[in-house]
C-alpha cells in the first residue's frame, strides 16, 4: 500500500507546468480535472483509491507555484498541496498537518521518455509523451503517458530546481501544462483527464502555508 500510495503521490506532483501570467505571457489560472482508476490487483479497489485520493482535483497556477486540491464525489476536500517555488518545498495538508518535502531531494529518477505522435485531449491538439520512472530505493518502475498543451505555456525556468523525476529536463522540453496524463503501474492506473480550464488571477500568499500548523518533514 505504500507503494500505491507513493506513486499516487509522485504523479499528482508531476503535472505541473503551467498561458498567461502577470505579463500576459504564461498561463495562470484554474484547471479542474477529473480523476478515474483501474486496479490490477484485487487487494486495492478503485473505489479504495478514489476515497484515498479523491474523484476531481482543482489545479490553480501562478508564475510556477501550485495548489492542487483533491476532491471526493461528494464534495468533500480530502487534501491540499502546496508547491511553493520560492522555498522549492511541496506542501501536503491533512487533518491539519503539514506534511513537506522537497522535489530536490528525491528517490524517483527519469529512466526514459518518447515523444509519440501528436493526439488529442480536451479537444485540443497535444504533444504527446511517454514517460517512465524509477525509485533509486526501491527500484519499482512506473509508467506514465502524457498530453501536454502546447498553447498553455510555462516557464521552464520556474522549475530549474525541481529535480525530482528529472521534472527540470522535461519542463525544458514541453514548457507547457497536460490536460491529460495517466501513471500506471502494476498495481493500478490512474488518470487525470482537464474538464475546464480557466483564466484566474491570484496573489502569490495564496500559496503560503499557515505558518501555526504543525509540520513533519518527509525528507
Given at each position: 500500500?505504500k507503494?500505491?500510495i507513493?506513486?499516487v503521490?509522485?504523479?499528482?506532483?508531476?503535472?505541473?507546468?503551467?498561458?498567461q501570467?502577470?505579463?500576459?505571457k504564461?498561463?495562470e489560472?484554474?484547471?479542474?480535472?477529473?480523476?478515474?482508476?483501474?486496479a490490477?490487483?484485487?487487494?486495492?479497489t478503485?473505489?479504495?483509491?478514489?476515497?484515498?485520493?479523491?474523484?476531481?482535483?482543482?489545479?490553480?497556477?501562478?508564475?510556477?507555484?501550485?495548489?492542487k486540491e483533491?476532491?471526493?464525489?461528494?464534495?468533500?476536500?480530502?487534501?491540499?498541496r502546496?508547491?511553493?517555488?520560492?522555498?522549492?518545498?511541496?506542501?501536503m495538508?491533512?487533518?491539519?498537518?503539514v506534511y513537506?518535502?522537497?522535489?530536490?531531494?528525491?528517490?524517483?529518477k527519469?529512466?526514459?521518455?518518447?515523444?509519440?505522435?501528436?493526439?488529442?485531449?480536451?479537444?485540443?491538439v497535444?504533444?504527446h509523451?511517454?514517460m517512465?520512472?524509477?525509485?533509486?530505493i526501491?527500484h519499482?518502475?512506473m509508467?506514465?503517458?502524457?498530453?501536454?498543451?502546447?498553447?498553455?505555456?510555462?516557464?521552464?525556468i520556474w522549475?530549474a530546481?525541481?529535480?525530482?523525476?528529472?521534472?527540470?529536463?522535461?519542463?525544458?522540453?514541453?514548457?507547457?501544462?497536460?490536460?491529460?496524463?495517466?501513471?500506471?503501474?502494476?498495481?493500478?492506473?490512474?488518470?487525470?483527464?482537464?474538464?475546464?480550464?480557466?483564466?484566474?488571477?491570484f496573489d502569490?500568499?495564496?500559496?503560503?502555508?499557515?505558518?501555526?500548523?504543525?509540520?513533519?518533514?518527509l525528507?
Amino acid at each position: 500500500m505504500k507503494y500505491v500510495i507513493s506513486s499516487v503521490l509522485y504523479v499528482l506532483i508531476l503535472s505541473s507546468c503551467g498561458q498567461q501570467n502577470s505579463n500576459g505571457k504564461y498561463f495562470e489560472g484554474r484547471i479542474e480535472y477529473k480523476i478515474s482508476y483501474i486496479a490490477y490487483d484485487n487487494k486495492v479497489t478503485e473505489g479504495m483509491l478514489a476515497e484515498r485520493n479523491g474523484t476531481k482535483m482543482i489545479y490553480s497556477f501562478k508564475d510556477g507555484n501550485y495548489m492542487k486540491e483533491y476532491y471526493t464525489r461528494e464534495g468533500d476536500l480530502i487534501q491540499k498541496r502546496i508547491y511553493n517555488r520560492a522555498d522549492n518545498q511541496m506542501y501536503m495538508i491533512t487533518n491539519d498537518t503539514v506534511y513537506t518535502y522537497s522535489p530536490a531531494r528525491s528517490s524517483f529518477k527519469l529512466t526514459s521518455i518518447k515523444q509519440g505522435q501528436d493526439d488529442v485531449a480536451f479537444d485540443r491538439v497535444c504533444h504527446h509523451y511517454y514517460m517512465e520512472l524509477t525509485d533509486s530505493i526501491t527500484h519499482n518502475k512506473m509508467k506514465y503517458e502524457y498530453y501536454f498543451d502546447p498553447t498553455l505555456k510555462i516557464n521552464p525556468i520556474w522549475y530549474a530546481k525541481y529535480t525530482e523525476g528529472d521534472w527540470n529536463k522535461v519542463m525544458d522540453k514541453v514548457k507547457c501544462i497536460a490536460v491529460k496524463y495517466t501513471n500506471e503501474t502494476s498495481v493500478f492506473k490512474q488518470i487525470h483527464t482537464a474538464s475546464k480550464v480557466e483564466i484566474e488571477r491570484f496573489d502569490l500568499s495564496d500559496f503560503i502555508i499557515d505558518p501555526t500548523l504543525p509540520k513533519k518533514h518527509l525528507n
